[in-house]
C-alpha cells in the first residue's frame, strides 16, 4: 500500500523553524545528508507547499555545478530534478519540470493520487503538513530530532485539535546527535 510520509526535521523542543522561518540549526552532515538521499531516492513522488517548492527550485535544480558541493548535495540534485513533484498552490499555474500543480488538498482526490503514483510519497512543507495531518492523510513520521533547543518558532504540530496515537517503528541515531524517531499510525 502506497503511503504518504510526512519527513521533517525538528528541534529538541519541537519546532521545524524558529524566528523568521530560521532553518539555520539544521545539523545535516554528510552522514544524515545520505540518510535523507536514500530516503528521497525510494520515493515516488514529492507533495510540497507552494514555498517550500520555491525554496527548492531555487537552488537544487543546479546545486550539483556548485564546485563547493558535497557528494551527497550533487546526488540530491539529480534526485530532485527527476522526481515526480505536487505543489499544492491557489497561485500558481505551473511549476516546471515533472511538476504537478494542485490548487486544494481533497481528500478523495489525495487518495486517488496516491493510488495512480505507484509508491510511497515524501510530504514537505509547514502548512501542507498541518492540513495533511488535520485531515488524517499522513501514513509515516519521519521525524529527525536535532539536537538544539531553540525556545520559540513553530512547532510541528501546532493544532490543539489533532490528536494522534502513533506506533514507534524505529530509531536511529546519527553521529552528530541527530535520532530518527519513525512513526506509523495506530488507527
Given at each position: 500500500?502506497?503511503?504518504?510520509?510526512?519527513?521533517?526535521?525538528?528541534?529538541?523542543?519541537?519546532?521545524?523553524?524558529?524566528?523568521?522561518?530560521?532553518?539555520?540549526?539544521?545539523?545535516?552532515?554528510e552522514?544524515l545528508?545520505?540518510?535523507?538521499?536514500?530516503?528521497?531516492?525510494?520515493?515516488?513522488?514529492?507533495?510540497?507547499g507552494?514555498?517550500?517548492?520555491?525554496?527548492?527550485?531555487e537552488?537544487?535544480?543546479?546545486?550539483?555545478?556548485?564546485?563547493?558541493a558535497?557528494?551527497?548535495?550533487?546526488?540530491?540534485?539529480?534526485?530532485w530534478?527527476?522526481?515526480?513533484?505536487?505543489?499544492?498552490?491557489?497561485?500558481?499555474?505551473?511549476?516546471?519540470?515533472?511538476?504537478?500543480?494542485?490548487?486544494?488538498?481533497?481528500?478523495?482526490?489525495?487518495?486517488?493520487?496516491?493510488?495512480?503514483?505507484?509508491?510511497?510519497?515524501?510530504?514537505?512543507?509547514?502548512?501542507?503538513?498541518?492540513?495533511?495531518?488535520?485531515?488524517?492523510?499522513?501514513?509515516?513520521?519521519r521525524?529527525?530530532?536535532?539536537?538544539?533547543?531553540?525556545?520559540?518558532?513553530?512547532?510541528?504540530?501546532?493544532?490543539?485539535?489533532?490528536?494522534?496515537?502513533?506506533?514507534?517503528?524505529?530509531?536511529?541515531?546519527?553521529?552528530?546527535?541527530?535520532?530518527?524517531?519513525?512513526?506509523?499510525?495506530?488507527?
Amino acid at each position: 500500500m502506497n503511503k504518504i510520509i510526512l519527513m521533517m526535521s525538528v528541534s529538541l523542543d519541537g519546532y521545524f523553524e524558529g524566528p523568521d522561518q530560521d532553518i539555520s540549526w539544521h545539523r545535516v552532515d554528510e552522514e544524515l545528508h545520505s540518510y535523507f538521499n536514500e530516503q528521497c531516492r525510494a520515493m515516488a513522488g514529492f507533495f510540497d507547499g507552494r514555498v517550500t517548492h520555491e525554496l527548492m527550485a531555487e537552488y537544487w535544480p543546479t546545486a550539483d555545478q556548485n564546485p563547493d558541493a558535497s557528494e551527497p548535495e550533487i546526488e540530491f540534485a539529480q534526485i530532485w530534478r527527476d522526481a515526480r513533484k505536487y505543489v499544492f498552490s491557489q497561485t500558481l499555474s505551473e511549476a516546471g519540470r515533472n511538476t504537478t500543480v494542485i490548487s486544494d488538498v481533497v481528500p478523495e482526490q489525495i487518495a486517488e493520487l496516491k493510488a495512480q503514483i505507484g509508491g510511497d510519497i515524501a510530504l514537505g512543507g509547514a502548512n501542507l503538513a498541518a492540513s495533511f495531518i488535520r485531515l488524517g492523510l499522513v501514513d509515516e513520521y519521519r521525524i529527525c530530532v536535532h539536537p538544539v533547543v531553540l525556545g520559540k518558532g513553530r512547532p510541528l504540530f501546532e493544532d490543539p485539535k489533532v490528536q494522534l496515537n502513533l506506533k514507534l517503528e524505529e530509531t536511529r541515531r546519527f553521529s552528530n546527535g541527530v535520532v530518527l524517531l519513525r512513526y506509523t499510525n495506530d488507527r
